[in-house]
């Protein structure tokens, strides 16, 4: 099979395309799937550059990587063999993936996690295997490609939104807004019947409010000038940090799932205990969670934000796109013309 290997910790010249690359097997209670679209996230190319690296020299969430890797979490595609254990009708479903692959025996246990792409194969490859209980089936009408722009995005957004406990009626500050995570939150936010105000550049504001942001403000602008939030969804940090914090009311949830302004913040205590403020960490969902994405896509409350398509073998192009940030909305591989 076509594959798009992950070598080395590095630059794009990392990856190196193969196009006789094993197919894998489905192993017991594991789906193969052939892989239709697969969607790119900021977590390829962390994952890539060893953004995740705290102190330690791995540059990975977790374990360290085992090179060679195909990344590329987000997939959509059909099941083209099962395992041991897996009912044999499955074959020809079209399925997306959780990209959480839990421990079978101890599914809570989150340190047992791994994510599609990092700790496990992906989808730059046209096929890969997952266990089968991480592919859900899916009849939306939408294309490969704009189902698979949805599981690391939405499903994000959704958990945050979930662990912020997000009511409908009220003000929701989302940074990031015209990304992925933050157009998909914008997105939910408004179908949940809360009042999202979207951060974003203004060369994009009129598509975040077309998602169904009430209010766009620039990511210069300083966000206490406006009513106060109850929550904050937070992907950016940086420098305006702790102005969002600042512009939630007493009480206020702030939920972070992503740092690219910078991991490196400042906060002043005062503002957390006096204010009477929660501060939400999000990554590792719930499998509640992605079975509660694949329904809003089945009922269309959620709908896809593809902003350019591409081949496998045009991963670099792909990936220069996406580290310019001159798009709104998901990226994704298309390899169903292969
Ligand atoms: N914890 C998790 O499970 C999880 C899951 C998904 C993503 N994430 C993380 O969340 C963050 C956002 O992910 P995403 O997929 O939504 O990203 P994305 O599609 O690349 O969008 C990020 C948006 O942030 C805005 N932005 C503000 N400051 C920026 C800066 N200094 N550099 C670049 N962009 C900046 C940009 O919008 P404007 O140009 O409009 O300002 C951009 O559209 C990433 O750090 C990612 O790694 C975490």
């Known amino acids: 099979m076509r594959a798009m290997l992950l070598t080395r910790h590095g630059e794009l010249d990392a990856l190196v395309f193969e196009s006789a690359w094993p197919t894998p097997q489905p192993g017991p209670g594991e789906v193969v799937i052939r892989v239709d679209a697969c969607a790119i996230n900021n977590t390829d190319i962390n994952t890539r550059v060893g953004w995740y690296a705290q102190g330690d020299?791995?540059?990975a969430w977790g374990e360290p990587l085992r090179f060679p890797i195909i990344q590329g979490a987000d997939v959509c595609g059909v099941i083209a063999a099962v395992g041991e254990g897996v009912p044999h009708e499955r074959v020809g479903e079209r399925v997306v993936i959780d990209p959480w692959v839990r421990d079978p025996v101890a599914p809570d246990d989150l340190d047992r996690a791994g994510y599609v792409g990092s700790e496990l194969n992906g989808g730059y490859a046209d096929y890969l295997a997952v266990p089968a209980i991480n592919a859900y089936g899916i009849s939306a009408r939408l294309s490969a490609?704009?189902?698979?722009?949805f599981a690391t995005s939405a499903g994000t957004a959704l958990d945050m939104l979930r662990r912020a406990k997000v009511e409908?009626?009220?003000?929701?500050?989302i940074t990031g807004?015209?990304?992925?995570?933050g157009s998909y939150a914008v997105q939910l936010a408004r179908a949940f019947g809360?009042?999202?105000v979207g951060v974003c550049d203004p060369s994009k504001a009129s598509l975040v409010r077309e998602f169904g942001a009430v209010e766009t403000i620039d990511r210069a602008a300083d966000p206490t000038a406006l009513e106060p939030f109850d929550v904050a969804v937070d992907v950016v940090g940086g420098?305006?940090?702790?102005?969002l914090l600042l512009a939630l009311r007493r009480g206020g949830r702030y939920v972070v799932a992503g740092a690219i302004g910078g991991p490196i913040v400042e906060l002043d205590l005062r503002t957390l205990y006096l204010?009477?403020?929660?501060?939400?960490?999000?990554t590792?969902?719930?499998?509640?969670?992605?079975?509660?994405?694949v329904e809003l896509i089945e009922r269309d409350v959620i709908k896809p934000v593809v902003a350019a398509t591409f081949a496998l073998e045009q991963v670099y192009d792909a990936q220069r796109m996406f580290v310019e940030k001159q798009f709104v909305g998901k990226i994704v591989l298309d390899l169903a013309g292969r």
């Open 57 to 59: 020299d791995n540059g």
């Open 145 to 149: 490609v704009q189902l698979a722009s």
């Open 168 to 173: 409908p009626g009220e003000r929701v500050l």
């Open 177 to 181: 807004a015209s990304g992925g995570v």
């Open 194 to 196: 809360a009042i999202p």
């Open 239 to 243: 420098p305006q940090w702790s102005s």
């Open 275 to 282: 204010n009477d403020l929660v501060l939400i960490g999000a």
């Open 284 to 293: 590792i969902t719930e499998p509640t969670v992605f079975a509660e994405l």
